[in-house]
């Protein structure tokens, strides 16, 4: 894994942390001053609270692309944004009414209108499903309108990370690495690091602001009640990621540790 990017409520790290960061949309939007970035960043369009929230997107395509632009130009720094891709968790699907064909297809559909809507926007396609077979059909819609996602120099993995732990997770993170797509894992965890990371080009994560949720503050952090929104612990955090990465555990010993805890 060449990038991992640390997840944040608060855009305002985007000028002071001095480490990669991903910051969602929703954050940002409607904001009448951005900071200026401090090292590179992703974007996180959001559709995980958009399409639990409301079963829809309801932010249109040519809204986001001009917020996009706008923060690639005010903000500085962006690797790359998100597109407005449709989960594929079975409470999801619940939720919008819809087949996962149809949010197979919505995806691709939108990263194209996207690219339509402003070719230089640095967005990236994302591959969603749920079983193995069904990130390989969406992978095999994008080839089929033209993308070749193995030329991109990232590609969004959805609808995995609260399935880290699982052989069938592992095993659509290392069919898809091994069509040789740069991969990108949303939202993974230290264990899910440590299982996949060496098939992840890059992955996020939030992780540590539930964690500290549910833990005391540090020694020293008087002046709040937990470290959900606390630098201080999320960059500890953060060091403890990295040595997950750099040290993977093998598959089995990543299911019995989950299995443990």
Known sequence: MTSFYLGTHHPAWLATAGVPLFVSHRRLTGRRTLPRAAAPWALDSGGFTELSMHGAWTVPPRQYA????????????MAWAAPQDWMCEPWILAKTGLPLT???????????????????????????????????????????????????????????CRRQATGEAADIVAALAGRGYALHG??????????CGTDLASADSLAWSYEARRRPPLPGCTTHKNCANCPHYAFLWRKRVLAAIAAPRPRQLAFDMEAAA
Not at 111 to 126: Q, S
Not at 187 to 193: C, Q, S, T
């Open 102 to 160: 149809e949010h197979l297809a919505r995806t691709v559909g939108n990263y194209l209108d996207l690219k339509a809507i402003d070719p230089a926007l640095r967005i990236i396609p994302a591959v969603q499903g749920w079983r193995r077979q069904d990130y390989e059909d969406c992978a095999d819609r994008y080839e089929r309108a033209g993308i070749d996602l193995a030329a991109e120099p990232v590609v969004g993995l959805g609808s995995v």
């Open 186 to 195: 949303f939202g993974f965890k230290v264990r899910g690091l440590a299982e």
């Open 66 to 77: 001009a917020a996009v632009a706008r923060y690639t130009q005010e903000i500085g720094r």
